[in-house]
């Protein structure tokens, strides 16, 4: 989760929990935990006391993807009341909607969402656990794995956004973490979601990546882009398959980089974290994602700016985008009345203030009363998920944000 939003971080983020991972599994071997064979409703909501339905969203290039409905609080009567306002969740890189649940119920914010009146709907995005089916491609194609952040832009959030639209006639509230941030404005930024969304809330915001400022994140982006084709090719990334283990092992022999610590040493240091969450956390995830995905994480990291996949060859580009240089995503173009509130740390690694600051700066001409910015000095990118003061802190303010009302 965490992190692993983080996308790009990817390599970033994922690896440090990645790396945790390969550490506890080898003391178990290294078989996916099973007990949440079920879905996400079974195990991390129901078992609480919530309602929950599990429901699939085809998108239009051919993916089935899970999708977790929390209709009401707990013990609410059925029915009663005027129509509530849908709110979708969208996790980052790595991980899974599962990452919204892994702390007691009075501390995830979905389960606070639906107490506090709000029709929560869980998005997880292609590749992950429970979003491996495709109409005609199986994930041991590999060209079930030939998509980056691009298609979670084009494709994925725009079929969540259809589907809730169409089931609650209602614009949606979002949430979105780490990657789930990126996504969610470069979409914007292309004129999608902008009829159906109310407003949104950025929680580590993950757009511009120059400032990321972990050893390991560098270094494994670095790595990402040259190892993409010689030990990858355009395949799944399993961070639990030996391939990613090699990798990671060989990315710790870098100099200053510590692979003891990697929670931190790719995130940042976390303030408020339970270590029995963190735990659950480790047993869960990290999911797969596309390596494609992390190599345009990788470039995102490397080029400071936000463009569509780069094919690197001019001839490629072009076949692709009729242009030599991949065609780039202006934020300035995200409609400027569309209320955001956004949420950084001070001690995240992955989402740098200075990126952060280079986030705000392309929403300059925002309308000054449609952007909200929080900053918690002590946070880091999982505090966001994760954290045990998380509910006081952040999620209160992200309640009162939704509450506000807007005309759109
Ligand atoms: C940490 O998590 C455990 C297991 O869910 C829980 O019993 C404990 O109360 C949590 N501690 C805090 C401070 O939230
Ligand atoms: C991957 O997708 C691109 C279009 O996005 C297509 O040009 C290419 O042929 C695909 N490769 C494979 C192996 O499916
Ligand atoms: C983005 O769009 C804004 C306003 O439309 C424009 O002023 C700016 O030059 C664009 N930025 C880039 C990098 O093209």
Known sequence: MLMGFVAFTLSLLLLPFILLHQVHASSHGTNYVTTNVDGICTSSVIIHGYKCQELVVTTKDGYILSLQRIPEGRGEVSGTRTKKQPVILQ?????????????????????????????????????TRYSRRHISLDPSNPAFWNWSWDELVAYDLPAVFDYVF??????????????????????????????????AALLSPIAYLSHMNTALGVVA?????????????????????????ALLHSLCAYPGIDCYDLLTSLTGKNCCLNSSTVDLFLRNEPQSTSTKNLVHLSQTVRDGFLSKFNYVKPSYNYMHYGEVFPPIYNLSNIPHDIPLFISYGGKDALSDVHDV???????????????SVQFIKDYAHADYIMGINARDIVYNVVLSFFNQTFDR
């Open 166 to 199: 169409k089931q609650t006639s209602q614009k949606i509230h979002y949430v979105g973490h780490s990657l789930g941030t990126l996504i969610a404005l470069a979409s914007l930024s292309e004129g999608k979601l902008v009829k159906e969304v109310k407003s």
């Open 91 to 127: 996790h980052g890189v790595l991980v899974d909607g599962m990452t919204w649940l892994l702390n007691p119920p009075e501390e995830d914010l979905p389960l606070i969402l639906a107490d506090n009146g709000f029709d929560v709907w869980i998005a997880n995005t292609r590749g």
């Open 221 to 245: 982006a670095k790595t990402f882009v040259a190892e993409f084709t010689t030990l990858f090719g355009l395949a799944e990334f399993n961070p639990r398959g030996l391939h990613v283990h």
């Open 357 to 371: 600051g280079n986030l705000l700066d392309s929403l300059k001409f925002h309308d000054v009363d449609k952007l």
